[in-house]
């Protein structure tokens, strides 16, 4: 320290070369937890593969930025994630891993994947009895702003195979396949949410065409059309579901299943409101747009043009049903109630019926 008579003088000069001699902080310097991808190879430094691999090796959670374009093609799986990570890229349209019709993408296990901003494509899982082509995991998976694309699967959940919850925001999902089992884009053992999603040429060769769920369903401001299960024993074009499912601002149009519920097959209760069923039909058996078999409640919905080979052209309910405030027309059956037909009881408010056909009870069989 260079010392002056004056005091304050000295006091202001030890400062300042104190200042000049502080420890500079390196520019690259990341914060803990978070790693970037900055490059589009499968391997080495700055990629995807090494960026997973380092998250797994430390504890607590994970950020992985993408901060690269273009499209990674996988030569082989990534590895398993069993830390918790948060994998954010840069859009959908700007960065994509590809699997090349070959390869599974994602796989995570006992922990929380979130995955944002990317394209999943052409992942698959073709061994005997393998799902989730695209990503396949225990625990809870998000999915936000990303596509899903012609990603297959041998069995359950051509794209998505979680034991646990899943959670679709935003999302594209098309072309997905699940060769010889349920859910064309997802099989979901737990609690599935879809919120602004559309879901387009999915399809199963059983049950649910797009998704199968065991758990609660609840789906908001989405679209699914041109879906289809292909078995003539299969149920619900796009949605099958247990226990309860929630159903508002929801478009199902052209869908198809072999056996019931053209666009739904669901088990348990539903509550639908705001919300079209047109064009759907079912090949082979009863409810050409929904299949129910517990208490549904609908509202403000529509059921327009859905045609079913057997029994219920818009709908077949094997439960109590609560219609209001709905339109039933020009839905067609092969036998009894060319709109719906209900088994249980029914209660219909203000609720137009219009020009419906069937051999029974154009309009509404009871």
Known sequence: ?????????????????GWLNRPVLSQGLTQPG?????????????SLRAAILEANSQ????????????????LSPLPEITDEVAISGPGASLFRIDGDS?????????????VTG?????????????????VQGVGTLYLGQTHILSNSAQSHGGALHVLGTLTLDQVVVRNNQSQTATGGAAFVSGTTIVTGS???????????????????????????????????GCNGGALFGFPETTVDHVTMTDNVAGYNGGAANLLGVLTMTNSLLQGNRTLNNNGGALFGQDYAYISHSQFLGNVAQYQGGGMYML?????????IAGNDSGHYGGGLIVYGGLTVSRTAFIRNEGLRGGGLYQ
């Open 102 to 114: 070959t390869h599974q993408l994602l796989k995570f296990a006992s922990t929380t994947l979130t």
């Open 198 to 232: 559309q879901f387009f040429e999915n399809h199963a060769q059983q049950h649910g065409g797009v998704i199968y769920s065991l758990g609660t369903m609840s789906i908001a401001n989405s679209d699914f059309g041109d879906n289809y299960c292909a078995n003539s």
């Open 118 to 134: 990317v394209t999943l494509q052409r992942g698959a899982n073709l061994v005997t009895g393998g799902r989730g082509g695209a």
């Open 34 to 46: 978070s790693i970037t991808v900055t490059q589009t190879g499968d391997s080495g430094p700055g």
């Open 319 to 327: 439960g109590d049903l609560t219609m209001i405030d709905s339109e």
């Open 59 to 74: 504890p607590g959670t994970d950020h992985i930025s993408i901060v690269v374009t273009g499209t990674l093609q996988l």
């Open 1 to 17: 320290m260079l010392l002056l008579p004056i005091g304050s003088v000295a006091l202001m000069l030890g400062f300042m070369v």
